[in-house]
């Protein structure tokens, strides 16, 4: 992006993996991403190539369950939180869970599962801090568009 916010240049890079499951995080002057709490990787972005490098850590698997990206890391805590989901079939339905997750990336603990507006097809796509609550952005049955306001304390108990 130009200082203006445009869009001048883009870097696809070729992956197997479905791509809106990545979760950015920004730590220190670092971009990084998590795939997945169990299966995925941690990745990081070079500055100077501007791609992303092979994993920087496979992530333990099995402790929390296999949980994919929704919403981009944000500072939390002295660590970090995201959305996450999980999806179960008949029928296909997401899951919700706050994450939380400390500096080196690795996952703390998981809040109790949850769903936006109905159960079913849910997709958390943002977290963002505004004023004293967090926005969460979330779509339903890929066809409409929300967000939703929590507080603190709400993330908090979610992820004690």
Same mark, same amino acid.
């Given at each position: 992006?130009?200082?203006?916010?445009?869009?001048?240049?883009?870097?696809?890079?070729?992956?197997?993996?479905?791509?809106?499951? %990545?979760? *950015?995080?920004?730590?220190?002057? @670092?971009?990084?991403?998590?795939?997945?709490?169990?299966?995925?990787?941690?990745?990081?972005y070079?500055?100077?190539?501007?791609?992303?490098?092979?994993?920087?850590?496979?992530?333990?698997?099995?402790?929390?369950?296999?949980?994919?990206?929704?919403?981009?890391?944000?500072?939390?805590?002295?660590?970090?939180?995201?959305?996450? !989901?999980?999806? !179960?079939?008949?029928?296909?339905?997401y899951? !919700?869970?706050?994450?939380?997750?400390?500096?080196?990336?690795?996952?703390?603990?998981?809040?109790? *599962?949850? !769903?936006?507006?109905?159960?079913?097809?849910?997709?958390?796509?943002?977290?963002?801090? %505004?004023?004293?609550? %967090?926005?969460?952005?979330?779509?339903?049955?890929?066809?409409?568009?929300?967000l939703?306001?929590?507080? @603190? @304390?709400?993330?908090?108990?979610?992820?004690?």
């Open positions: 992006l130009n200082e203006d916010g445009d869009v001048v240049g883009a870097h696809a890079q070729k992956s197997d993996r479905h791509e809106k499951n %990545w979760m *950015p995080a920004v730590v220190g002057q @670092d971009l990084k991403f998590v795939y997945s709490t169990e299966s995925g990787a941690v990745l990081a070079d500055r100077s190539t501007h791609e992303v490098r092979p994993p920087v850590r496979e992530l333990p698997s099995g402790k929390f369950g296999h949980l994919r990206g929704g919403s981009q890391l944000c500072e939390f805590a002295g660590g970090f939180v995201a959305v996450a !989901h999980q999806v !179960h079939s008949s029928p296909t339905t899951l !919700h869970r706050f994450v939380s997750f400390n500096r080196e990336l690795q996952v703390v603990n998981l809040g109790e *599962p949850f !769903h936006f507006r109905q159960v079913g097809i849910e997709f958390c796509a943002g977290l963002a801090r %505004w004023r004293d609550q %967090w926005v969460l952005s979330f779509g339903v049955a890929d066809k409409e568009i929300h939703g306001l929590v507080g @603190d @304390d709400v993330v908090r108990e979610m992820v004690a």
